[in-house]
């Protein structure tokens, strides 16, 4: 598969998606202006992905601001990956960010994927 | 040169309401970022609690998308309020930050009671119908929006939030919000 390489900016995040070296993440900011827009090719690439996935994959999310435009494609990105087998989420945090991982619990009840809360 | 008093009462007034960035004009999302980056070298500046740092910046990224999405272009022959304004100020032991637009008069009652029902709600309500409206289904609105933008306002600043409402005639309301994030 194509490999999906974002550098990160002041208001979108970073985002790899490389089946081969086994990288899934998405981290840093996301306050796009156009959120539907951006992530798109992030949904596209995950959609062809379920089909001809890993054995195993872990996602991981590393943010450390979204807004709520950005949660309601965040929670889009996470219903595809309900349709991919042994799949886990890691949901980092600052150890600090009560809200970071609240939201990352909140996430994990609203879909049926592993969730695993990360502090750092 | 008593025609340029203002400066000095418009510095006078700031200085009084601890107002730390005022910006007055178009809302864009370039703009939304210079206004982020400003209100953050500040907090840097004086050493902030990343924590409340993170809140006030949440707060102000809703209140300025808000904006740049839903602010509405108002204009009339005696009142030239086609701009929308956004203030932070830093208290003893809270930022306030507040916006004020012009909005259409006909989405005003809805605006309200929205507001209302959220200023109804304890912590957990908040988070029951943040988790209604996100798993709702209906996408994102024509503007691009999550409907979440207020809830999550109230959520993380832990306040009521508090609003105004001012005829502009011409079938225009100004529509006043205050957010207010404790400090510690």
Partial sequence: MEIINLEGTEDTPKIILDKTNKIFEISGRSLPEDSAEFYQPVLEWLNKYTKEALPETIFDFKL?????????????????????????????????????????EEFSELVDVEFELKPY | MSTMKYIYDMHQMMLKNNIILVYEGEFTQEITKSVLAMAERNMDSIGEESGIKRKVFNVMVECLQNIVKHGEDYVSADLQINTAIFMIGKQQNSYIITTGNPMKNEL?????????????????????????????????????????????????????????????????????????????
């Fill in chain 2, 108 to 184: 005003v009652d809805g605006l309200k009671s929205k507001l209302d029902k959220i200023n109804g709600l304890d912590k957990d309500g908040l988070k029951a119908l943040y988790k209604d409206i996100i798993k709702g289904g209906s996408g994102l609105t024509d503007k691009g929006g999550a409907g979440l933008g207020f809830v999550d306002m109230a959520r993380k600043s832990g306040q009521k939030l508090e609003y105004g409402f001012e005829p502009l005639g011409n079938g225009h309301t100004f529509f006043s919000l205050k957010t207010t994030v404790p400090r510690g």
């Fill in chain 1, 64 to 104: 450390e601001y979204f807004n709520t435009a950005s949660s309601k494609l965040i929670l889009d990105v996470l219903t595809v990956l309900e349709d991919i087998e042994n799949i886990k989420v890691h949901w980092y945090f600052y150890e600090d960010d009560e809200d970071m991982e609240e939201a990352g």
